[in-house]
């Protein structure tokens, strides 16, 4: 597969001006894993930007298994802050290190 960010993704373009709204809080990238979602067919791959009202119902999609999320973020005033949360407990686990010698 892919790098998903290196292709067009159906749905939202990056600077759609859903992303720019008040309402916006959420970014998230998926993959539609059953042909029945309003989202599109099987396979179709979809950026969209939320509210926290439809990011829950994509939430419940993906719990029903109808959607595969495969990236979300934060928006915050149009700027899209991604979580990396691997990177932070990887440095926690460095400074605990060190503290301990």
């Known amino acids: 597969m892919r790098d998903i960010s290196a292709r067009e993704l159906k749905g939202h ?3 759609a001006i859903e992303r720019f709204q008040n309402n916006t ?3 998230i990238e998926f993959v ?3 042909d029945n979602v309003c ?3 099987f396979g179709d791959e979809i950026r969209l930007f939320l ?3 439809s990011y829950k119902a994509a939430i419940c999609r993906k719990e029903r ?3 595969k ?4 973020a934060h928006v915050i005033e149009g700027h899209i802050i991604e979580f ?8 926690k686990k460095k400074s605990n290190r060190k503290s301990s010698i």
């Open 13 to 15: 373009n990056i600077l």
């Open 39 to 41: 989202y599109g067919k």
């Open 84 to 91: 990396k949360p691997n990177k932070r407990k990887k440095a």
């Open 51 to 53: 509210d926290d009202g």
């Open 32 to 34: 539609v894993t059953k």
């Open 25 to 27: 809080k959420w970014m």
């Open 69 to 72: 999320i495969r990236k979300y």
């Open 65 to 67: 298994k109808e959607i």
